[in-house]
């Protein structure tokens, strides 16, 4: 791999992270505070790959001759291992692979929630239903059994999961850095409304506090139930993770 | 070890492993000249292979992204790029910075900055790690640099493994993942600096300077600061960089293949969970600013457990032992990983009973 091909592999690369970074693809592999770090890194990328190519076209006839004179031969003691960095543009340009799903979620163990800090939970969102994210219905209902739940109809958002015994689960990703430690977080869905979304659809559930609580199949984090009312499918939001 | 084992680390004794991308006019001898025709053909080769991958690939886009298929394969797509776009800021500044140390700050620094005998250079060399706040891709690069630029290979070393796991963010992550018992980080801290210190020290002791096989590198001494300078960019990013891809698709593949609940059968056991916890912290090799919330999920394994995955996790994974095959070697890489492993699993094991 000579200079220029790496300068062009090293061009598409920082390109990628920044075309992933502005389109907002990134959100799907890393978190949003990234943002700011993976446009710096893209645009040093680029700027390496275009002080290569200046390099290489200001001084031709050095880099010629010095390859000439013993060049042949050991053209791959130049990092060839750098051909690799095309796999991750490849990815990002052409399958941009979507957020972790369902598949994801039911491999992993649950996140284990925290209790709140302090012992007393703030007071719910104003709004009926008022909206709260899983990870705090699940500690409000483990920690706090509903207390500052109750009598208040709730909305949540994530993607339908099959849960151990086939019912679906509603579901969503915590990262903490990138997808590699992505871990879901479940709640259970009781009640008779049934939600037949296929898996990986995103829904919008309206429901109450239930006090079912179950366990986590993998590796025995308490589960949070809901008790559903009624739902509704939606696009996925931009911001996939918890 | 002797200054004078130092200055051969420095110079490459190795012509195999000469830089082609050298400096205009620095001729190797023993090289003939020949074949200028071939040459010329090999060349334009890279580029043209290049310029008719990309051709194919955008012709056919549709099928190649329709072959990615499958909950599987999707999620190893996805793990796979989110490894790579996780760690390319951390690896593109330590590129830059060890570029700065290989081309801007002259070898007498280090003898003013490190002590002058190697047995205190060590740990004062793995204490300065608190003050890179990254994750482990971007201290191999920089160490790399350190032992180009004259620093003892022991000290740079505790600076690789201590680096990552007790910088400031780090520790600060461990805290919030584990409300309530900050002797966690505490212990954490304390483990893998001493895992450090220990493994620099033992390499001062067992360690042989032809074991580090650090490329020849002529362009780094180029007259023109900012050429060297943007030519250590380069040859970094791609080199550091390839093998990033290698070991970003190993822990991809074990993320996705290795389901959790096979791990829990194992935590049960004392002895059986630290071994089991040690090998899935070099399998999954996740960011060490991570680590500390998948250990907390781990929730059926005793603490101790928990802490040696945190001390293991940040120095021996399969992107540093990839990486780290590339910068130094595959005879440096193939003794110090698994002897930091061991060291790393005793430390941990070790401070976990004490302090946990």
């Known amino acids: ?242 | 070890m002797s200054p004078a084992d130092n200055a051969t680390t420095r110079r490459a004794r190795y012509p195999e492993e000469i830089d082609w991308a050298a400096t205009p006019g620095s001729v190797t001898p023993g090289m003939p000249a020949e074949q200028p025709a071939g040459v010329h053909a090999s060349r334009i080769g890279s580029v043209e292979i290049l310029a008719g991958l990309l051709l194919v690939l955008a012709l056919f886009r549709d099928q190649v992204g329709g072959l990615v298929s499958g909950a599987r394969l999707q999620t190893w797509t996805t793990v796979f790029v989110s490894v790579l776009v996780q760690a390319v800021p951390f690896l593109v500044f330590g590129v830059v910075l060890s570029a700065v140390i290989a081309v801007f700050v002259p070898r007498s620094f280090w003898a003013k900055a490190l002590p002058r005998h190697p047995a205190l250079a060590v740990p004062a060399a793995g204490l300065a790690g608190v003050i890179l706040p990254g994750c482990e891709c971007g201290s191999v690069p920089i160490a790399g640099s350190l032992i180009r630029r004259g620093v003892t290979p022991a000290a740079a070393l505790a600076f690789l493994l201590a680096a990552p796991a007790i910088n400031p963010i780090v520790l600060t992550a461990t805290v919030i993942a584990f409300p309530g018992r900050p002797g966690m980080a505490v212990a954490r801290g304390l483990a893998s600096l001493v895992v450090a210190v220990a493994m620099g020290w033992l390499w001062l002791r067992l360690g042989k300077t032809e074991w580090i096989r650090l490329p020849h590198r002529p362009d780094l001494d180029d007259s023109a600061k900012a050429r060297a300078f943007w030519a250590a960019c380069r040859h970094d990013v791609m080199h550091a960089g390839g093998f990033l891809v290698l070991g970003a698709a190993a822990a991809a593949t074990i993320n996705v293949v290795v389901p959790a609940a096979w791990l829990q059968s194992l935590a049960g056991s004392p002895v059986l969970s630290v071994i089991a916890l040690a090998t899935l912290a070099v399998l999954l090799s996740i960011c060490s600013e991570a680590d500390a919330f998948v250990a907390a999920s781990l929730s059926q394994f005793s603490l101790t457990s928990r802490l040696v995955f945190l001390v293991v996790g940040p120095m021996v994974d399969l992107k540093l032992i990839s990486m780290q095959t590339g910068m130094f070697g595959r005879r440096f890489a193939s003794r110090f990983a698994p002897v930091t492993f061991v060291a790393a699993i005793l430390v941990g094991t070790a401070f976990g009973a004490v302090l946990l």
């Open chain 1, 1 to 242: 791999m000579n200079r220029l091909a790496q300068a062009v592999v090293m061009l598409l690369f920082g390109g990628a992270i920044i075309k992933a970074t502005l389109t907002d693809m990134f959100l799907r592999y890393v978190k949003e505070g990234l943002r700011p770090l993976l446009l710096v890194a893209g645009g040093l990328l680029i700027a390496a790959a275009v002080m290569t190519i200046w390099y290489d076209l200001r001084a031709p006839s050095a880099a010629a001759e010095q390859d000439d004179g013993h060049g042949h031969g050991h053209g791959h003691h130049e990092p060839r291992v750098g051909w690799l960095l095309l796999l991750p543009v490849l990815a990002l340009l052409l399958i941009a692979p979507p957020a972790l799903g369902s598949y994801a979620a039911g491999q992993a163990g649950a996140v284990v929630v925290n209790p709140a800090l302090d012992s007393d939970y703030p007071p719910l969102p104003a709004g009926d239903p008022a909206p709260i994210s899983l990870l705090d219905y699940a500690s409000r209902s483990i920690y706090d059994s509903g207390k500052s739940l109750t009598g208040r109809q709730l909305k949540l958002t994530g993607f339908v999961t099959p849960g151990p015994d086939g019912r679906p689960m509603l579901a969503r990703m915590v990262l903490t850095c990138c997808a590699a430690d992505g871990r879901p977080i479940k709640i259970g869905l009781a009640g008779d409304t049934q939600i037949d979304a296929a898996p990986d659809s995103w829904v919008e559930v309206v429901g109450v506090y239930s006090q079912q609580v179950g366990k986590d199949p993998v590796n025995k984090a308490d589960v949070a139930y809901l008790e559903v009312r009624s739902w509704q499918q939606i696009t996925e939001p931009k911001q996939p993770y918890a």
